[in-house]
């Protein structure tokens, strides 16, 4: 697969920050040229958010964080990246200048992308000299976790320098989508800038305060818009008759005076400071960086559960962010496990992080049950259930789990899971798990728990194929010289009389 081997983020605030959060997670190493001031602590402050997000978002196995290096200059950050992305401020002189600059010191065959939300790539490419590697990759903030970038190229752009953008983005768990035609603002911002401008009238005209606003966003069509966009929801406003009947019972709203986009609402100071007040009065008694963790933890649990979508297939961003895990576990390769007689089979080495700690200030408990499922899931791998086997229709699903919780595990603790299997026939894994503090080896939970193979489609449990059972043999064979862990098949409390 296509990747980036090398990355440099020109420009590192709101969004240049959360490009180099994507590339570093994704086990990029990115340079960076900001000469703000303050550019090392606002991206430490970003990274910080996105690796607590992306460790909400995800169990799979990232590979290690790239290596972030603040460079001096322009030329030292771009001069040996092959992805060179530009963030500096939407101003067209500005960002030209610095592409023509990133264009003379870059290879002659990197990628040179621009997050400009708005300015035509013909227009920032005028002055390049290789004008035919810069393109619009413009993406939505939080970059790291919403993973769209609009991809445009200019008059001057190959068709080459596009498809090469939208397959280096896939292994970074982005979805890059070519735009047939250049031109302002391209569709996104198309979008937003039409009900920013409906909204900016609505809080000029009294109409309502910038809090009413958004709630009629969140609790509305702002749901709709995360899993179907704008023509499939219509589609089903339709009814039974479907597009063609919303089209005629909408299309009179177009001549009422439903919008006043062409009429742009003067942004004086009265209106600035009417919507500042009023955004301060809304959301001001959190910080900036605040209300992006607030923020980033609904997004991951939007993608959960676009994930689980459309009966478990996975729905849109969920779909994605399903694919992209698929990648990593492909890319950390099979987990060299030992099958031995002498101990269980080390599965996962993890850490606990900050979104697993709940206000006891340890580990919650649903994270230990996750643990747990993780620890079964890299079982399946082990024994050929991976993937393909479950888009082919037959999977184990868990029937029972008994946890017990010994030890506590604190923020940053790092842990690993054994397995040891205790019993097993054609349909059935029944087994232990243990979560061990990986410095002192203490086990600090178990969980006994019993798998049952099964026909997802036909929804009942049938006998696994052989292969799968000559896969689960040697670890059977070897497990049963283990002693029977202390704990195993006890039940829960005092014993009924
Ligand atoms: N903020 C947003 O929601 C989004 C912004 N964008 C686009 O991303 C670009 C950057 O916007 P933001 O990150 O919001 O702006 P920002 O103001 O947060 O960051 C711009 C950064 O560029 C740096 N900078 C200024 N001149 C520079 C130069 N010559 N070389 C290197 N760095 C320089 C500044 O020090 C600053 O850190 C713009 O083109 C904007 O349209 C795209 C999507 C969303
Ligand atoms: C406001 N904005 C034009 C900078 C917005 C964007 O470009 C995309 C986004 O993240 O909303």
Same mark, same amino acid.
């Given at each position: 697969?296509?990747?980036?081997?090398?990355?440099?983020?020109?420009?590192?605030?709101?969004?240049?920050?959360?490009?180099?959060?994507?590339?570093?997670?994704?086990?990029?190493?990115?340079?960076?040229?900001?000469?703000?001031?303050? &550019?090392?602590?606002?991206?430490?402050?970003?990274?910080?958010?996105?690796?607590?997000?992306?460790?909400?978002?995800? =169990?799979?196995?990232?590979?290690? #964080?790239?290596?972030?290096?603040?460079?001096?200059?322009?030329?030292?950050?771009?001069?040996?990246?092959?992805?060179?992305?530009?963030?500096?401020?939407? +101003?067209?002189?500005?960002?030209?200048?610095? !592409?023509?600059?990133?264009?003379?010191? &870059?290879?002659?065959?990197?990628?040179?992308?621009?997050?400009?939300?708005?300015?035509?790539?013909?227009?920032?490419?005028? *002055? =390049?000299?290789?004008?035919?590697?810069?393109?619009?990759?413009?993406?939505?903030?939080?970059?790291?976790?919403?993973?769209?970038?609009?991809?445009?190229? %200019?008059? #001057?752009?190959?068709?080459?320098? /596009?498809?090469?953008?939208?397959?280096?983005?896939?292994?970074?768990?982005?979805?890059?989508?070519?735009?047939?035609?250049?031109?302002?603002?391209?569709?996104?911002?198309?979008?937003?800038?039409?009900?920013? +401008?409906?909204?900016?009238?609505?809080?000029?005209?009294?109409?309502?305060?910038?809090?009413?606003?958004?709630?009629?966003?969140?609790?509305?069509?702002?749901? +709709?818009?995360?899993?179907?966009?704008?023509?499939?929801?219509?589609?089903?406003?339709?009814?039974?008759?479907?597009?063609?009947?919303?089209? &005629? @019972?909408?299309?009179?709203?177009?001549?009422?005076?439903?919008?006043?986009?062409?009429?742009?609402?003067?942004?004086?100071?009265?209106?600035?400071?009417?919507?500042?007040?009023?955004?301060?009065?809304?959301?001001?008694?959190?910080?900036?960086?605040?209300?992006?963790?607030?923020?980033?933890?609904?997004?991951?649990?939007?993608?959960?559960?676009?994930?689980?979508?459309?009966?478990?297939?996975?729905?849109?961003? %969920?779909?994605?962010?399903?694919?992209?895990?698929?990648?990593?576990?492909?890319?950390?390769?099979?987990?060299?496990?030992?099958?031995?007689?002498?101990?269980?089979?080390?599965?996962?080495?993890?850490?606990?992080?900050?979104?697993?700690? *709940?206000?006891?200030?340890?580990?919650?408990?649903?994270?230990?049950?996750? /643990?747990?499922?993780?620890?079964?899931?890299?079982?399946?791998?082990?024994?050929?259930?991976?993937?393909?086997?479950?888009?082919?229709?037959?999977?184990?699903?868990?029937?029972?789990?008994?946890?017990?919780?010994?030890?506590? &595990?604190?923020?940053?603790?790092?842990?690993?899971?054994? !397995?040891?299997?205790?019993?097993? *026939?054609?349909?059935? !894994?029944?087994?232990?798990?243990?979560?061990?503090?990986?410095?002192?080896?203490?086990?600090?939970?178990?969980?006994?728990? =019993?798998?049952?193979?099964?026909?997802?489609?036909?929804?009942?449990?049938?006998?696994?194929?052989?292969?799968?059972?000559?896969?689960?043999?040697?670890?059977?064979?070897?497990?049963?010289?283990?002693?029977?862990?202390?704990?195993?098949?006890?039940?829960?409390? @005092?014993?009924?009389?």
């Amino acid at each position: 697969m296509s990747q980036i081997n090398k990355a440099a983020c020109v420009g590192g605030g709101v969004i240049g920050g959360a490009w180099v959060a994507r590339f570093a997670l994704a086990g990029i190493d990115v340079n960076i040229f900001d000469p703000h001031p303050e &550019a090392e602590r606002i991206i430490g402050e970003v990274m910080a958010n996105a690796e607590r997000a992306y460790g909400m978002l995800t =169990m799979a196995p990232l590979p290690p #964080k790239g290596k972030v290096t603040f460079c001096k200059s322009l030329e030292d950050a771009v001069k040996d990246a092959d992805w060179i992305q530009e963030s500096v401020p939407e +101003r067209l002189e500005l960002k030209r200048g610095v !592409l023509t600059q990133i264009d003379a010191a &870059a290879k002659p065959d990197a990628l040179i992308g621009s997050s400009t939300s708005g300015l035509m790539p013909t227009d920032l490419q005028r *002055d =390049m000299k290789h004008p035919e590697r810069l393109f619009v990759a413009h993406p939505y903030n939080p970059v790291y976790l919403l993973p769209l970038a609009e991809l445009v190229g %200019g008059e #001057k752009t190959s068709k080459a320098t /596009l498809e090469a953008a939208k397959a280096k983005l896939a292994p970074i768990g982005m979805k890059g989508v070519i735009i047939n035609k250049e031109i302002e603002a391209f569709v996104g911002d198309r979008l937003l800038e039409a009900v920013w +401008r409906e909204g900016l009238w609505l809080i000029k005209d009294d109409i309502c305060d910038t809090e009413t606003l958004d709630d009629v966003i969140r609790y509305s069509f702002g749901m +709709r818009w995360a899993q179907m966009g704008m023509f499939e929801t219509y589609r089903i406003a339709g009814g039974e008759a479907g597009m063609r009947h919303f089209l &005629a @019972q909408f299309g009179p709203c177009l001549s009422w005076p439903w919008t006043k986009l062409t009429d742009v609402v003067d942004l004086n100071d009265e209106l600035v400071n009417k919507i500042a007040d009023q955004s301060d009065a809304q959301s001001g008694a959190r910080g900036i960086r605040e209300l992006e963790r607030i923020r980033d933890q609904n997004l991951v649990g939007i993608m959960h559960a676009l994930k689980a979508g459309d009966d478990g297939k996975g729905w849109g961003s %969920g779909k994605l962010l399903a694919e992209f895990e698929e990648h990593l576990w492909a890319k950390a390769g099979k987990a060299k496990v030992e099958v031995s007689a002498n101990e269980p089979l080390r599965l996962v080495d993890t850490k606990v992080n900050a979104a697993w700690v *709940d206000y006891n200030g340890h580990m919650t408990e649903h994270r230990y049950l996750q /643990l747990f499922g993780d620890t079964s899931d890299a079982l399946l791998r082990l024994i050929g259930v991976d993937f393909a086997y479950v888009e082919a229709g037959h999977s184990y699903y868990t029937v029972e789990t008994h946890i017990r919780h010994i030890g506590e &595990a604190k923020l940053g603790q790092a842990l690993y899971t054994t !397995l040891q299997l205790l019993a097993s *026939d054609s349909k059935r !894994l029944h087994y232990f798990t243990r979560i061990h503090d990986a410095a002192t080896g203490d086990v600090i939970a178990t969980a006994e728990q =019993m798998m049952l193979h099964v026909d997802s489609k036909a929804g009942k449990s049938v006998d696994a194929p052989a292969d799968v059972l000559a896969k689960i043999k040697p670890i059977a064979e070897a497990h049963a010289k283990l002693a029977t862990p202390e704990g195993a098949g006890r039940s829960v409390g @005092q014993k009924h009389k």
